[in-house]
């Protein structure tokens, strides 16, 4: 495929980023190892299934910073 460089970006949030910024912080919740977390404090800490309009509406009033790779979310803060 040749060299393809992508850019790294830090922006405003974007609410057309909402499901993956929910995506991302549940995947990560979950993915603590349940010797630190058990799955109980981990559904306490982050329900499943995600609540996207909660997320929505979290996400309008906190207002993060999102790192954007190439067009994907990497992070958010």
């Known amino acids: 495929m040749g060299n393809v460089a ?6 405003p949030y974007s609410s057309l980023y909402v499901t993956e910024i929910c995506d991302l912080f549940h995947s990560t919740i979950h993915a603590i ?8 404090e981990q559904e306490a800490w982050c329900p ?5 309009q909660m997320w929505l509406k979290r996400l ?7 790192v954007i790779f190439g067009s994907r979310l990497a992070g958010f803060i």
């Open 33 to 40: 190892d349940t010797d630190i977390y058990s799955k109980a």
């Open 60 to 66: 309008d009033n906190t207002q993060p910073w999102m």
């Open 48 to 52: 499943t299934p995600a609540d996207y």
């Open 6 to 11: 992508f850019k790294i970006e830090v922006k």
